[in-house]
Structure formats: C-alpha cells, structure tokens
C-alpha cells in the first residue's frame, strides 16, 4: 500500500536559516505528491504540489522537487521567517482518479527571531 | 466562499455521553473525508464519502463510531458511548472531482475532550 516517511521534528531553526524537511514515499505506479502545513490552532492547508517526475512544486518561498529515482519529495525553504513556524505533512494520492491522501506522520517546525 | 465549516470548535464531553460532530463542505465539492489528529497516532483517515455514499470506512476505529451524509451539505460523526481516549482534534476535508490535483480543503477542526 501506499505510506509517506518524513523526518521526525521537532525542528528548531534561527530566522533566517535553511529548512529541508525529508520526505520519502512508497506507491505503486504514479503518484501524486503534496506538502500540507497546519499553523497553530488551524487546519491543514496545501503549500505546494508535484504531480510526475521532476516536477518541481513551489510557494512561498518554499520548494520540493518530485524524484522518482529516490522515491522522495523533500522541503526546502533558503531564508525561514518566524512566520514559517508550523507543522509540516508530506502526503501522497495514488492517481488523478485517487482523492484519498496518505500523509506522513508530520514535522514540527519553530522559528526563533 | 466560506470554506469547510465545523461545528463545534471545542466540545467537553463525560465518558459515556454522545457525541455529534458536524461538517459542511465547500460547495460544489463531492468528495467528503473525516480526519482524527492525536499527538501518539498523527493524522489518520477515518471515512470518506463520495457524492454523500461511504467509500472506505477502514479507518473506523471501532463501532462506537459512525458518520452519515445524508446530503451534499452536510455530514456528521458521531460517538456513541464516547471515551477519554477519543479525545482528539477531528478534521473534516472536502475535494472536488476534476479539481486542482485532488487537493482537500480542511476545516479548522473540533478539539473533543471526553472526560
């Protein structure tokens, strides 16, 4: 079946610095890939995107490049702002026709000025 | 639009009462998932509904859980008899067919305390 592994948190960063959160998958045929983020107190809401090889998802600053030959789907963010400071979920969906969303168990994220 | 709406945002409860947690969907959205989030288990898929027909009820801890949608507006979950380990955040997520690839929008979710 289709899982989503990403780094386990909490992550603590300085403003300023770089953020990758890891993220790798297991599916079979062509999955669609996601990043959600959850601010505090909030529902999840969709940050970026990918849905074939070498795709390159992007918003807000933030990126994550689909790569099939490694099965994953890391975050990058080069500069993080106190703002950035959330949970962040890796999910996948099997297809175009798949609504269904595995995620990943989610990375805590804070951000010190 | 007004996005996902739940109902309550907070509910306490006592062990052993019921439990009604409700949702309504974006208009025009024909897909209808209900999440639970908990620190020890994440977020984990519960039911998903399709044009208000239950597609995949694996994720159903239990049958002290059900969840109806008896139209396109509206959906609920309830608890019956609920338990201190219940307590949870629970989301309810709406998509589109043929929408911005599958993306699900989430409600802000109803924080349940079961005492």
């Known amino acids: 079946g289709n899982s989503v592994t990403q780094m386990e948190g909490p992550v603590t960063l300085s403003e300023e610095a770089f953020l990758t959160i890891n993220c790798t998958y297991t599916?079979?045929?062509?999955?669609?890939l996601f990043w959600y983020v959850q601010y505090p107190g909030e529902g999840l809401q969709l940050l970026l995107k990918?849905?074939?090889?070498?795709d390159k998802g992007s918003n807000k600053g933030f990126e994550a490049t689909y790569r099939k030959e490694t099965t994953s789907f890391h975050l990058e963010k080069g500069s993080v702002q106190v703002s950035d400071s959330a949970v962040y979920f890796c999910?996948?969906?099997?297809?175009?026709?798949?609504?269904?969303?595995?995620f990943g168990a989610g990375t805590t994220v804070t951000v010190r000025a | 639009d007004a996005g996902v709406i739940q109902s309550p945002r907070h509910e306490v409860t006592e062990m052993g009462q019921e439990v009604t947690l409700r949702c309504k969907p974006i208009?025009?959205?024909?897909?209808l998932f209900w999440y639970r989030q908990t620190m020890m288990r994440g977020l984990e898929l519960l039911i998903y509904?399709?044009?208000?027909?239950?597609?995949?009820d694996s994720g159903m801890p239990e049958d002290r859980f059900s969840a109806k949608m008896p139209n396109a507006s509206f959906s609920t979950l309830k608890i019956q008899p609920s338990e201190p380990r219940d307590s949870a955040v629970y989301f309810c997520?709406?998509?589109?067919?043929?929408?911005?690839?599958?993306?699900?929008?989430f409600g802000p979710g109803t924080r349940l305390t079961v005492l």
């Open positions: 990918a849905t074939k090889a070498d």
């Open positions: 509904f399709n044009n208000n027909v239950p597609i995949d």
């Open positions: 599916a079979t045929g062509y999955p669609s």
């Open positions: 208009s025009g959205h024909d897909y």
């Open positions: 997520a709406s998509s589109q067919t043929g929408g911005s690839y599958n993306e699900q929008f």
């Open positions: 999910a996948l969906s099997s297809g175009s026709n798949d609504y269904k969303l595995s």
